[in-house]
C-alpha cells in the first residue's frame, strides 16, 4: 500500500463514517473500521515489510489518516446525538398556550349561592356548620318544641325513612334541626349559619321542588332582642342584594320561635314598585325567623333565663331564581346544558 492508497482509504472512511444516519448505523461503521481486515489496519501491518524510510513515511501518512476517522467519528457521533435529543425533545414537547378546546363548567347556580351566602355571614362574624341529612324525629321535631301529635308538624310534608312513629328517622325537612346540634355540641355565645339540603314530601311546580335547600341562622348570647334579629337581616340584605335592597319582617308562627316572622325584601325586579314576580306588592319572601323559643333552649339544656337569641331560616333554591330571573325552579335542575351555560 502507498500514500495514494492510505489517502483513498482514508477518504472512504470518513465518507462512510459521514454517510451514517443515526448513531446504531455509526457504532456498525465504527465496528467494521476497527476490523483487522479494514484498509487502514491491513496497511498497518504490512508497514513491517517496508523500507525504513518508506515505512517512517507511510507510518506517519497511516497516522494522519487514523486520526483524520478518529475525527469524523466524533464529529458525527455528536451530530447524530444531538439530532437525536432534538427529536426527543420535540416528541415529548408540551404547547402550554395550547387551549383546551371544549366547554368549561362552572359551579351550579345554587352551590354559588351557597357559597356567598357563607361568605356574606363570615364576614359578618358567624361561623359555618353542618348536620347530617338523614335525622331523627328528636332533632327534627320534638327539640325543636314540635312534641309527637303536634298540629304544626303538618306544616312540613315528612318523608320518613322507617315506621313514620315519633322517635323514627326521617329525611330532615329543614336545616332547624343544625341549629339543636351546634346547641347540643357548644356552649353560647353562639353566632352560627347552617346551609343544607332539606327534603319534604312536596310536588314539584314552579316554586316547589321535593329536595331543596335551606341557609339557618342562629344567634345565642346574653341580652339578645328582636332589634338584634332585624339589624342582622337588614345588614345581610343590603350587603347581599346591595344598598337599594331593604328587608321587612311580618308576623308569623314558627313553634320553635316567639315571637316569630316571615322576612321578606324589597322586590329585586321591581325595586318595590310592585310587579308579577312580586305579586303587586313590592315585596319577596325569603324565609322566616324568630327569637329562640324557651323550650328549644330546655331542650339543650341552656338556661332560658341567662340566654337569648334569634334564628332564621331561608329557602336558597327560591332566592337563586329570583336572583337570576328563573321563574320556574323546576329549571335549576333538570339540568339542561343550553339553561345552564346561560349563566
Ligand atoms: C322553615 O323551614 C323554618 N325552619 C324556617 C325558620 C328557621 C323559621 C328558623 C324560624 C326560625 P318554611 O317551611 O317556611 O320554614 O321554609 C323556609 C323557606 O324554605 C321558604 O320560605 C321557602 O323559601 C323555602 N321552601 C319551602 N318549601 C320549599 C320547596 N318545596 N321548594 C323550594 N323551597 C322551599
Redesign the pocket.
Known sequence: MNAEDVDRAASEAVASVRAADDLESLAAVEAALGAKSAPLNAAKRSLGALEPDQRKELGRRLNEARAEVATAVETRRSELAAAARAELLEAERLDLTESPGGRAGHLHLVTQARDELEDVFVGMGFTVAEGPEVETDWYNFEALNLPPAHPARG??DTLYLDSGEPGTVLLR????PV?IRVMSESEPPIYSVMPGR?Y?R?TADA????V?H?I???VVDRGISFADLAGTLEAFTTTYFGRSIHSRLRPSY?P??EP?A?FDITCVFCGGDGCRSCGGTGWL??????MVHPNVFAAVGYDPEEWTGF?????I???TAQRNGVDD?RELFTNDIRFLEQF
Open positions: 306544616m312540613w325537612t329543614h336545616t332547624s341549629q332539606v319534604r312536596d316554586s316547589h321542588t321535593p331543596f335551606q339557618e341562622g342562629l314558627f320553635f320561635t316569630s316571615e319572601e325569603l324565609g322566616g325567623c324568630g334564628a332564621f331560616g331561608f329557602g333554591d327560591r332566592m325552579l
